[in-house]
């Protein structure tokens, strides 16, 4: 017998990596017996994952018409944005405590840096754009933190619904060169001036967002 909640959770990282790799676009229709059939599984179970989904703010349901997933305004991106203002300075601010203290290893952002920049330089820009998501996911696991890691995880997808929509193709923003400054702020063991870092990375992360795109 199936586990029902795995199955579920399978579904819900089956959105999110299609939407990381921009095959899930703003707008599209989301098929329960499609993705009953995909996984073999009820649609039932499927039903269940969306509304998680729901819940989490990345498909939104329309009286009989069925699941899409979300459209962000610009209000939207700057609320999302702003959110994650917040809670990733409470991240840094945890994991400088913990890496002062030894308890954490670095090695595997530095790692996730230099994926990031491969991703970039070969032009793979779905896989970039979940590497550079990733950096920030890793960054919170490092926390140790379930609360600031399960308030942040819907926000990066978002995030990428964002940048699916207002994106400015003739940008030359490179986010690995901030994530690597990141790093040595962390290493610092300041943190005021990691959170500024932080605060300027995600600054950043909205300026290079063009508001006038449909």
Known sequence: ?????????????????????????????L??????????????????????????????YKKNQGY??????????????????????GVITSVIQKFSERKIDLS????????EKFFKISLRNGEYV????????????????????????????LSILAALVYEDENTHFCSYDE???LIKAIESNNIDYAKSIMNTHLHHCVDVLNFNEK
């Open 130 to 157: 979940k590497s550079s998501c990733d950096f920030h996911l890793n960054l919170a696991l490092l926390s140790g933190n379930d609360f600031l890691i399960n308030a942040l995880k819907p926000l990066i997808p």
């Open 68 to 89: 899409f997933v979300t459209i962000v305004s610009k209000q939207d991106t700057l609320d999302i944005f702003e959110t994650r203002n917040i809670i990733e300075a």
């Open 1 to 29: 017998m199936k586990d029902v909640t795995t199955m579920e959770d399978n579904i819900v990282n089956f959105i999110f990596d299609s939407i990381f790799s921009k095959s899930l676009r703003p707008g599209v229709k």
């Open 31 to 60: 098929s329960e017996s499609v993705l009953a059939k995909e996984f073999n599984i009820s649609r039932d179970t499927v039903r269940k994952a969306f509304s998680k989904l729901q819940n989490m703010g990345i498909i939104t």
């Open 108 to 115: 595997l952002l530095r790692t996730e840096v230099e994926t």
């Open 179 to 181: 994530h690597a400054q």
